[in-house]
Structure formats: C-alpha cells, structure tokens
C-alpha cells in the first residue's frame, strides 16, 4: 500500500516506546518493516492487525475532514479568514486532543490521592486516558476484522464516545 510508510524516520523519531505507529492524515507511518510474505509475521514486522487498526485512523480521519470542511465554510463566510481551511486537516486532532484531554482530567481528579502516594503514577493515568478515547476504542474494537475499515459505518466511533 503506498500510504504505509515502513521502518519510518519520523515514526523512529518522534513515537515513545512502545507505540510503533501513527497515522497523520491518510499517511501511516511505522516503525517496523513491511511484510514481504505470509511468513513474516512477529516482532519488527507491521502486522495485518495493526494496518487494520491505522486503517480505521485514516477512515475518521476523512469523516471528520468533511464535518471540518463544513465547518471551515460556514466559519470562511462569517470570518473571510483563509486560514480556517486548515480545519478539515487538523479536525481529526482535534477532536482527538479534546477528548484526550478530558478523559485525562477525568482520570487524573479522582486519582490525586493515589498518585500523590504513589499507588498509582502520571503515566498509568495517561495510558487509561488514551485507551479511553472513542476513536481508540473503536480501532482497538475492531482491529482483529481485517475488513473492518470497509465495512465500518461511517462516524462509528462517535458510539464509544460515553462509554467507560
């Protein structure tokens, strides 16, 4: 596929250990090595699960590019700013980052004390934070049905939104 870029440096560079991919826009960027057969499979190779799961990423990543682009016509039209054509782009992150930020708030409040005693710690908040978020859950959900980014619904991920 020629949107998957393999043994990437930006993945290399910019990921933290232990997450080995990202998808930025309909790119997908990967810190292991492209499969060459069926036989390679196991550690350092993108395996079918992951593509699967980065290819749910780039199908909301094109839904909320169009509610974005919606948006940054009708805000074009009030403001006549060129800049808000950025927003179909970045509406993904968007969306994603709010939600982020307030599953961590959720998260972080009633842990205060735990984390102030050192039960529990800054970064397991944050891991729960990010597997919280709606677009996760439904790439996380589905990843195993190598045909899930063809047959999914579109806007399907808003359902895992309000679910713990």
Same mark, same amino acid.
Request: with cysteine; net charge positive.
């Given at each position: 596929?020629?949107? !998957?870029?393999?043994?990437?440096?930006?993945?290399?560079?910019?990921?933290?250990?232990?997450?080995?991919?990202?998808?930025?826009?309909?790119?997908?960027?990967?810190?292991?090595?492209?499969?060459?057969?069926?036989?390679?499979?196991?550690?350092g190779y993108f395996s079918p699960v992951s593509k699967t799961h980065e290819l749910t990423h780039v199908e909301q990543w094109k839904e909320l590019g169009i509610v974005g682009?919606?948006?940054?016509?009708?805000?074009?039209?009030?403001?006549?700013?060129?800049?808000?054509?950025?927003?179909?782009?970045?509406?993904?992150?968007?969306?994603?980052?709010?939600?982020?930020?307030?599953?961590?708030?959720?998260?972080?409040?009633?842990?205060?004390?735990?984390?102030?005693?050192?039960?529990?710690?800054?970064?397991?908040?944050?891991?729960?934070?990010?597997?919280?978020?709606?677009?996760?859950?439904?790439?996380?959900?589905?990843?195993?049905?190598?045909?899930?980014?063809?047959?999914?619904?579109?806007?399907?991920? !808003?359902?895992?939104?309000?679910?713990?």
């Open positions: 596929m020629k949107n !998957i870029f393999y043994e990437s440096w930006l993945a290399k560079t910019f990921l933290w250990d232990g997450y080995t991919s990202i998808t930025l826009g309909c790119f997908i960027f990967t810190k292991q090595k492209e499969p060459k057969s069926s036989s390679d499979t196991g550690r682009l919606i948006t940054s016509l009708i805000l074009f039209f009030v403001t006549w700013n060129w800049f808000v054509f950025l927003i179909p782009i970045l509406m993904f992150y968007i969306v994603y980052l709010i939600e982020y930020l307030i599953k961590f708030i959720i998260k972080f409040i009633p842990n205060i004390g735990k984390l102030l005693s050192g039960k529990t710690s800054i970064g397991k908040i944050n891991n729960d934070a990010y597997h919280n978020i709606s677009l996760e859950i439904e790439a996380y959900n589905n990843q195993k049905n190598l045909n899930y980014p063809k047959e999914r619904k579109h806007f399907d991920w !808003i359902k895992y939104m309000f679910k713990k």
